[in-house]
Structure formats: structure tokens, C-alpha cells
């Protein structure tokens, strides 16, 4: 995959200094997004090769349960993405601080 990383300069009341964009924080949400994501086809192949047998009841419901999980960790690496670009845009100049 090709690094599509560029640099920018952020000014503060303590100086200027370069910056990456996106930033590391941001690369390590997209990259656990990524990871989630990966996980998620994974299990519904699974499921989907289970089909509606009765057999495979347990292993739905643990499939289920999984999926379920990922939603909410998928939630939360979703809300630090989010979090780590307003601080980008923020030390940037582009938008106000609360």
C-alpha cells in the first residue's frame, strides 16, 4: 500500500512545528478500523457457510456475539478517528478549540 502521508506546518502559542496528516493517532484508528473490518467478513463468511442448520446453533450465536463486540469496538476506534482529526484541524488553525 502506497504512504500517502504530508506534512504540514502547526502553529501555537509555543511555536510551529511540522506535522504529519494524517496524524499517528489518526493511522493507528484507520488501522484498527481496518483490522475490524477484516474481522467482521471473516465471521460473516463464517455464518454465511453455516447457513440455517440447527448443527451450527452454538457456533451462530457465538458468531453473533462476536459480531456484536466488533460493533462496539468499532464504535469506540470510530470516536478516537473522529477525536484525533478534530485535534489535527484544531492545532492546524482550521477550526476553533472548546
Not at 496524524?23 to 477484516?38: F, G, N, P, S, Y
Not at 471473516?42 to 454465511?48: D, L, Y
Not at 457456533?59 to 460493533?71: H, I, M, P, T, V
Amino acid at each position: 500500500m502506497e504512504n500517502n502521508i504530508l506534512t504540514s506546518v502547526s502553529c501555537n502559542k509555543s511555536g510551529c512545528k511540522p506535522m504529519e496528516i494524517p496524524t499517528d493517532d489518526e493511522v493507528k484508528a484507520l488501522d484498527k478500523l481496518r483490522e475490524i473490518k477484516e474481522r467482521v467478513r471473516e465471521v460473516k463468511k463464517e455464518m454465511s457457510f453455516m447457513g440455517r442448520d440447527s448443527s451450527y446453533q452454538e457456533q451462530r450465536f457465538k458468531a453473533d456475539a462476536e459480531l456484536l463486540s466488533l460493533k462496539k469496538e468499532w464504535a469506540k476506534w470510530a470516536q478516537k478517528r473522529d477525536d484525533a482529526a478534530r485535534e489535527r484541524m484544531v492545532a492546524l488553525g482550521h477550526i476553533d478549540p472548546d
